[in-house]
């Protein structure tokens, strides 16, 4: 119990009670509007529906609930620490593989990648079962604080070393090699296949957002991911570390992720943006009231479907 009093009280430091909940106020302001922004034109400005469109929705959505959860989070922090309410980007990289390096055998149906997505949702469901099997919440008694998923009781160490070695394993190993090793073939395909053509400017640009794409995945994920994974083994050696304060710091990278989400992967779009402004400002005008249902202009309302048109142009 003093052990834990002693790393509440450490933890409860201008890092966590000011500057993370400053940081999920500004991800917050900013990542609820663009996403749900994001959501809405790939769901009613886009009559046809194609797989990527299926995918960033998906993606869209995921930020948004991670968001729309920030302010008890923003809440918890900003209390002291004291928690008062009681008790997709594998399946992208593959799919942009598939549409660049193989575009005439790019078949996946709408169907087959809605059945993907479900899949994706009800694992990832599924592997946050076991945090229901312990105590997420630790009442400090001396401190009169309640943590929320911040400390856990000495004789509950060892499931939680577990799984989040595993989910560690699982969530972020297994992904980001799988990006690498598809945003690497993307990369070697568009190199190959450069001309002295006007499409070496498209081709030029995809590979910029292919290499954005990547980096902004790595730079949001690795920092946060490595520093649990060294906590936890460290833990199960019983060896005791202070991994709290960096991880804190490299959390908001991974949650910042989620409101650079849409300007990476959708505003990057020259139609996509103006679908934007035009439902913005001129909502509900003849030339916004039907869906846009052009091929040409569903095929850039994603990075990914402006990618797999590039190797067409030679």
Not at 19 to 38: C, D, E, K, R, S
Not at 117 to 146: A, E, R, S
Not at 241 to 263: K, R
Request: net charge positive; aromatic share 12%.
């Amino acid at each position: 119990q003093n052990g834990i009093e002693g790393f509440v009280a450490a933890a409860c430091g201008v890092l966590t009670t000011v500057f993370l909940p400053i940081v999920y106020i500004f991800i917050f302001i900013v990542g609820l509007p663009t996403n749900a922004m994001a959501l809405w034109v790939f769901l009613f400005r886009t009559k046809k529906k194609h797989p990527a469109s299926i995918l960033m929705a998906n993606l869209a959505l995921a930020d948004l609930l991670f968001i729309v959860w920030l302010p008890l989070k923003i809440t918890y922090h900003f209390n002291g620490n004291d928690w008062t309410f009681g008790e997709p980007l594998s399946c992208i990289s593959v799919q942009r593989y598939w549409a660049i390096v193989h575009p005439l055998s790019q078949k996946l149906s709408s169907r087959v990648t809605v059945c993907v997505c479900v899949c994706v949702w009800i694992v990832v469901w599924v592997l946050t079962v076991p945090l229901y099997l312990y105590d997420q919440t630790v009442k400090v008694t001396n401190l009169n604080t309640t943590t929320c998923h911040d400390v856990t009781f000495p004789n509950q160490t060892h499931f939680p070393v577990g799984y989040f070695l595993t989910m560690g394993i699982v969530g972020y190993v297994v992904p980001c090699v799988v990006c690498t090793v598809a945003y690497f073939l993307i990369f070697k395909s568009l190199r190959s296949s450069f001309t002295k053509t006007s499409g070496n400017k498209k081709k030029r640009k995809a590979l910029i957002l292919m290499v954005i794409a990547l980096v902004m995945f790595l730079v949001c994920f690795t920092p946060s991911n490595i520093t649990l994974m060294v906590h936890f083994s460290l833990l199960a050696r019983g060896i005791e570390n202070d991994t709290h304060g960096l991880y804190i710091i490299t959390l908001c990278l991974s949650s910042l992720n989620s409101c650079l989400d849409p300007f990476v992967y959708y505003f990057i779009s020259d139609d996509f943006r103006d679908h934007v402004k035009n439902t913005l400002m001129c909502h509900g005008t003849a030339y916004l009231h039907h869906p846009v249902s052009t091929e040409s202009n569903i095929m850039v309302l994603s990075s990914i479907d402006e990618l797999s048109g590039v190797l067409s142009v030679k």
